[in-house]
């Protein structure tokens, strides 16, 4: 009888366990510019405490982030945005992201879409990364005090950097800045260095992120292990002397976020990939060994009673 009830038991979980994970594998991560958010988790409103950091408090939009390991993702949907050229060419990299978008890399994403009052036309976002996550905060103890910490000029510090992307300019990526030294507010010298128009060509805006756009819309990716690799050298490709490599990307990192008309947001995003959990298939396999045992243990059984 007790052998009988453990082997119920054990059925039952592992049911429940290839259940649970079956129905987490088959949420994948919606790239399409924003019609749809499956596989993204929202922040909150741009004028919600904990997520506004300045601005307006009556343009409202929604703020997403995403974290997942690339594997052959397409876009769909048809979204404005893409490739090496800004036009349609989806995750097609070019001769200066040698690496980028392969298989097993990280890529964060973050989104934002209009709520009321705002717009997103010919929008250039700013997205700042704040590395050991200690340099922009959200504003308190209420929305609109004027306490946020939001400003790259201000609050970075060395090996800090910012993405712009250019809607206005099929929502490609444009510049890519460092800071050499630090910010006015924690002892300076502010010292930026930039690198223009995708590094490598000048013209070819060619980088290790992109970005896609529907009309009220927009999601961003950044491959961090590429962007680490690439960009995380002084003078990447000859262009900028005074580069000397943005910072190490680790688990978590603080987002200060223009590009929500004149608002910015604050938050952190998580960078590191969620657990590896056993494909559906292998625990379909797992169980039915387990119903092998749990038969060989229940013949057993009645062979000594």
Known sequence: MKNRRLFSAVVAAGILTLATVGSANAVPVDINGGSSWGGWTSEGMSNSLGVYGSGSTTAVYEVYRTIFSFNNHSVSGGPTGGGPTGGATGFGTGAFTSGAFANGDRILGIGVRVGSGGSITNFTPTVRFDLDADSYLADSPTVGSGNGRTSFTSWSEGKDFTVQFEGANSWRGGVLTEQVGNGTSNGGPNNQQQLVGGIGSGVSYDWAFRAFAQSASYQMFFDLDAMQSLYGVSNPFSKNANFTGIGPIGNTVMISLNGLGTNNVVFDADT??????????????????????????????RKTV
């Open 272 to 301: 590191a990939l969620p657990a590896n959990v056993p494909e559906p298939s292998s625990l379909a396999l797992f169980m039915a060994a387990l119903l092998g045992l749990g038969a060989t243990g229940l013949r057993k059984t």
